[in-house]
């Protein structure tokens, strides 16, 4: 039986299988070769000094989740080279797959040449990645909080959605307010009619007489005073990421060139 023979591209690497508990480090393909660390700081930087006494230089590791992030910024510290692989790359494993087996296939596919790293931002981009994607979170959460009120507003059958385009504009919100703080006058939420608002007082006054039921209003209380405090959250993020940006505009001024879009 005719034998394909690959040539050894990486001879002094190891494979790494990340795990939320446990990461399993392969030296090579024997027995011995494999041995399981902690996920703790010391047990981090146990795994660089287990490796640099098998003189390894280049490491493959799993992108499992956000696992990898800690150990990825330790071997680099430590001054490995580091190829970050999609998980991918172990589903081809013959048998029943294990851990072990995990970190020996990244070990020889590495070894060989076969894994290409995943693309990695630099630190600066990372970190307006990480502002921005705190940003999108408070956003998502304040969609839910802004339906939340609508549900209570038409179980109280203030048909605020009727008469006005947008439940959390200038007049939705602050006949909200005005509810939440105990203010069920029909006539007197009406005032708070913004000057651009389609409908007339009369109308509004109208869509807001309703069952007046506490528990609904209590609801209602809890998700404006949610949606209070998340729209905070989304301005300090705002703020952080202008700060960022005008931080390494000043610091290189070639970037001062760039057009504003």
């Not at 990825?72 to 048998?95: H, P, Q, S, W």
């Not at 385009?165 to 005005?178: Q, Y």
Request: with cysteine; proline share 2%; net charge positive.
């Amino acid at each position: 039986m005719a034998k394909m023979e690959m040539d050894i591209v990486n001879p002094h690497c190891a494979g790494i299988d990340i795990g939320s508990r446990s990461h399993f480090v392969a030296v090579g393909q024997g027995e011995k070769d494999v041995q399981e660390f902690g996920v703790y700081a010391d047990d981090l930087v146990s795994i660089c000094n287990h490796l640099k006494q098998h003189n390894i230089t280049h490491v493959a590791m799993e992108s499992t989740g956000s696992y990898w992030q800690n150990l990825y910024v330790e071997l680099a510290r430590a001054g490995f080279d580091v190829t970050l692989c999609n998980g991918k790359f172990t589903k081809n494993i013959k048998g029943k797959k294990t851990d072990v087996k995990d970190a020996r296939w990244i070990q020889k596919l590495h070894s060989i040449g076969l894994l290409t790293g995943s693309f990695l931002p630099d630190e600066t981009t990372e970190t307006l990645r990480t502002y921005c994607r705190q940003r999108t979170n408070w956003i998502g959460q304040s969609v839910e909080a802004t339906h939340k009120m609508q549900k209570y507003l038409k179980l109280l059958n203030f048909r605020l959605d009727v008469v006005v385009k947008d439940v959390c504009g200038l007049t939705g919100l602050a006949i909200i307010e005005d509810i939440c703080k105990g203010n069920l006058n029909p006539v007197e939420l009406a005032k708070h009619r913004h000057f651009n608002c389609r409908k007339s007082e009369e109308e509004i006054a109208k869509a807001l007489k309703g069952n007046n039921r506490k528990d609904y209003l209590f609801g209602l209380k809890q998700e404006f005073e949610s949606y209070q405090f998340i729209q905070k959250k989304i301005t300090e993020c705002d703020a952080q990421i202008n700060k960022f940006l005008r931080q390494q505009i000043n610091t290189n001024p070639s970037k001062k060139n760039f057009p504003p879009q």
